[in-house]
């Protein structure tokens, strides 16, 4: 069975620090990879997604990047922190356009 | 572009009553349609995934329906419990080129009373 895993599960920054959130699946090979941020208040928001190593689609201009340097691997970064990153961040996986499943979260506090 | 919108926000209803949550989508143009519940702090957990091709799927309690003419779907709960307390949310697909890129209800937010 596949398994999706997320660190960590809670994070607290300052602002202007850097940020590397983590996201691996296991037990399926080449699949599509996705980061979404649920902040406060407001819906899920699909920020990235990627269909291979390497391949990284950006939904929404903004302060974050992402990076998939092995296939079931998929890492969220920053460079600087603003408050306004703060949020609720889930990693998903699919094959291709099937069914999505979503990892545990990483609660994300900036200060 | 794809907009989805989940009526109502909020719902609580006693133990055992049968409901029904609604979900709409501006873009009929979707090969499948996911239902996803949300516990609080949590992740999201895969209810049911609908197909174009299909008009129902079941899995349990849980009877979800699409009608694509219509951009509506709807999630039937039977015999709710308790333990059904928690947010529901639908997605329907935004067109891409090889990934399922979800577009999100804000969900709703469900309480079952003892």
């Known amino acids: 069975s596949q398994t999706i895993h997320q660190w960590p599960a809670t994070l607290v920054q300052p602002v202007g620090s850097p940020l590397s959130l983590e996201c691996t699946v296991e037990?399926?090979?080449?699949?599509?990879l996705y980061w979404y941020r649920q902040a406060a208040g407001r819906g899920l928001q699909l920020l990235f997604y990627s269909v291979g190593i390497g391949q990284i689609s950006s939904e929404v201009p903004q302060n974050l990047s992402a990076s998939r340097p092995q296939d079931r691997q998929f890492i969220l970064s920053s460079k600087k922190l603003l408050l306004s990153d703060s949020g609720f961040y889930l990693c998903a996986w699919s094959r291709q356009y099937n069914e999505q499943f979503f990892g545990p979260g990483t609660r994300l506090t900036v200060l | 572009k794809q907009e989805v919108t989940q009526i109502p926000a909020a719902l609580s209803v006693p133990e055992g009553e049968n409901l029904v949550l609604n979900c709409s989508f501006t873009d009929s143009a979707i090969y499948n349609l996911q239902w996803f519940r949300q516990d609080p702090g949590k992740g999201l957990t895969s209810l049911l995934l609908i197909q174009s091709s299909q008009r129902e799927q079941t899995s349990g309690r849980l009877n979800a329906s699409l009608d694509k003419s219509s951009g509506r779907s709807t999630l039937y709960i039977a015999a709710s419990q308790p333990g059904d307390s928690a947010t529901y949310l639908c997605a329907a697909p935004a067109a891409s080129q090889g990934a399922q890129k979800l577009v999100f209800g804000q969900g709703t937010r469900l309480t079952i009373n003892p």
């Open positions: 037990g399926t090979s080449n699949p599509n």
